[in-house]
């Protein structure tokens, strides 16, 4: 199944993938990006903003 | 009866100010942050204006990096535009070291009276009687407290404003995708702040150097997802290898900045929000921190009226709403359309309007003064900005 996936080595925690998130499925616990899977609807948002690259989806 | 009467969630620029505020207006205010060392890890490149900024703080040493004298823009082929402060030792602003401000300002609120609580996160909020309830999680323990007021100061990931029903989401036009390097080994004049605009560097943002004392800078990009095809890291890559290939990078800021312009409203029942939770940041230049302090500024205030009143509905809060349209909404309006011309300019037209501009003095920095200097020598643009030439 496919599914949205940090790279945890790229991520730098910054929180602009929460603002463009309409569904909140994702959510900043101090430095550690937490995605729920059953709200993520794959929509790429957060994916085209991540400055750093770290999100991705994956099989 | 509740714990307290204002919890501010978040203790950047805006949330700080707030607390500070609320608890100089006698009120019993909690401060959380749920990092564990305020101010880090830095999402800022950390300039702002002097004269607004001294309205709220004055300078300190310890947390002034730089004093900047001038600017200088720079279009895709490289034209140039200077601008300069009118009179010599006038300088326009500084850059900050935020990672100091930050706690400073948060002393400032807790030597107002405020209890200031870190790695501290805000976990749920709902309402009841009248009054709100936030679970928060503090290093580790859930507690659960009920405050007449939540001021939401929780940033550009907020929660508080999805709590409190207050649409914020951010859609792919109207944010800043953001990388910095802090860089030393690089050449650049200490009282400077730089400038590259244009597709070529970063499409629908623009490259930054903001120097930090002599010896490094803030080096960094916005571009927006909507118009960028890779990555702000992939960008900022290309643009240190080809200009500062000896420069060394001691230092990574990731961040999303707002551009959304002026959101309908920062408040619900027992609930406003501040700085960049409101998406108070300017569409233009990505500048956040004084409006943010402003803000905060306007809602403290308004916290004291509405607990004077013991009314903290939507309908009393609305006069937040009021007071930061009036002090710098009307401007955010005005810059996300200003901006939404200036992101259909090829880097043809930025070329040709540097080339016609050269050296132009300002009193203080404003890149909007300079926007509207840009459009003023093309005159099909000029026509679509009437509006905002007057
Ligand atoms: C790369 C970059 C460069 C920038 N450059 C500039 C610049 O040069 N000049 C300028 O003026 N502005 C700049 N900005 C914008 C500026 O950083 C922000 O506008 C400013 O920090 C907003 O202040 P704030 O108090 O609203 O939010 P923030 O400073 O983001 O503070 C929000 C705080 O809330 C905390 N928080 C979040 N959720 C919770 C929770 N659930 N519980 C508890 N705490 C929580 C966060 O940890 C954070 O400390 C830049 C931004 C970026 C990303
Ligand atoms: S946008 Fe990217 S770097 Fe920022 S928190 Fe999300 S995954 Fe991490
Ligand atoms: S893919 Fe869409 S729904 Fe899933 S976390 Fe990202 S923005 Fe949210």
Redesign the interface.
């Known amino acids: 199944m496919k599914r949205l996936a940090v790279n945890r080595y790229k991520c730098g925690y910054c929180g602009a993938c929460i603002a463009v998130c309409k569904f909140n499925a994702n959510e900043l616990v101090e430095t550690y990006l937490e995605i729920y899977h059953d709200k993520c609807t794959l929509c790429m948002a957060c994916v085209k903003t991540c400055p750093m690259n770290a999100l991705e989806v994956v099989e | 009866m509740t714990d307290c009467d204002v919890i501010v969630v978040g203790a950047g620029p805006g949330g700080s100010l707030a607390a500070k505020t609320a608890a100089e207006k006698g009120l019993d205010v909690l401060l959380i942050e749920?990092?564990?060392e305020i101010g880090v890890?830095v999402?800022c490149a950390e300039g702002v204006g002097r004269e607004e900024f001294e309205e709220f703080v004055m300078p300190v040493e310890k947390w002034i990096a730089s004093e900047i004298e001038s600017a200088e823009l720079y279009s895709p082929s490289g034209y140039r535009v200077k601008l300069s402060a009118d009179q010599a030792g006038n300088e326009v602003g500084y850059v900050l070291e935020r990672k100091i401000f930050d706690r400073y300002l948060a002393m400032l609120a807790g030597k107002a009276g405020a209890e200031v609580l870190t790695?501290t996160?805000a976990v749920w909020m709902k309402r009841e009687n009248g009054n709100v309830k936030l679970g928060i999680r503090c290093m580790g323990e859930f507690q659960e407290i009920t405050a007449k007021i939540v001021i939401g100061a929780d940033?550009?990931?907020?929660?508080v404003a999805?709590w409190a029903g207050i649409d914020?989401?951010?859609?792919?036009n109207e944010?800043e995708?953001?990388?910095q390097y802090l860089m030393t080994d690089i050449d650049f004049n200490p009282t400077t702040t730089y400038f590259w605009v244009g597709r070529k560097y970063a499409p629908g943002g623009y490259i930054w150097l903001f120097p930090k004392g002599k010896d490094s800078a803030n080096v960094g990009i916005g571009v927006m997802?909507?118009m960028a095809e890779r990555?702000?890291?992939?960008y900022l890559d290309r643009f240190v290898r080809e200009k500062f290939p000896e420069g060394e990078i001691v230092e990574?800021?990731?961040?999303?900045v707002?551009v959304k312009g002026a959101i309908d409203t920062a408040v619900s029942d027992n609930v406003m929000l501040v700085g960049d939770a409101a998406r108070h940041t300017d569409p233009i230049t990505g500048g956040g921190i004084i409006n943010a302090m402003k803000a905060g500024y306007h809602a403290g205030i308004t916290a004291s009226e509405a607990i004077e009143k013991g009314d903290y509905s939507e309908s009393f809060l609305k006069r937040y709403d009021t007071r930061w349209m009036n002090d710098f909404g009307q401007t955010l309006v005005r810059n996300r359309k200003l901006q939404e011309k200036m992101l259909k300019l090829n880097d043809s037209a930025f070329d040709r309007l540097f080339k016609g501009i050269g050296e132009m003095p300002i009193g203080e920095m404003n890149v909007r003064r300079l926007a509207l200097e840009l459009f003023k020598k093309e005159p099909k643009l000029l026509w679509d900005l009437r509006e905002f030439l007057v």
């Open positions: 749920k990092r564990q890890p999402r790695k996160s940033g550009v990931e907020s929660r999805k914020s989401t951010l859609k792919l944010i995708s953001c990388v997802p909507s990555p702000a890291k992939y990574v800021v990731v961040g999303g707002p």
